[in-house]
């Protein structure tokens, strides 16, 4: 599985933990549809479940003029995704998480998306002095 796909996986996993509160193994078991899982989509999803709370603080005080629940349930999983992987994973750079995130968000978000995955990640960037 290549990263962008493990990314977009993880998401929708992500996307299933937090509407239908489902189990973390469960959502990745429906999300893989029998096939092989992967190590990095494996790491993407327990990672930012595991975080979430962290995750979460860090997105509120990047936020201006919203509330993380306020959020679209896409952007907010993206985020979260995105925040982990700047956090966790040093495999990757900080630029190119950002630039899978907001490639994300502009296929499965709304037109409004990626400039505002852009605008959160960015400032998350600074928050985080990466």
Known sequence: M???????????????????????????????????SDEYFEFLVRGTADKKQEIDEIIKKNLE???LE????VDRN????????????????????????????????DESSGKFVNAVLSKVKTYLNK
């Open 2 to 36: 290549k990263r962008r796909e493990a990314r977009e996986k993880a998401l929708q996993a992500l996307f299933q933990i937090d509407l239908a509160n489902a189990d973390v193994n469960e959502a990745i078991e429906s999300v893989l549809e029998d096939r092989k």
């Open 65 to 67: 003029k919203w509330r």
């Open 70 to 73: 306020r959020l679209a349930n």
């Open 78 to 109: 993206i985020l979260r995704l995105a925040v982990f992987e700047m956090l966790d994973s040093e495999e990757t750079p900080v630029k190119v998480v950002i630039d899978e995130a907001i490639e994300i968000a502009k296929l499965y978000g």
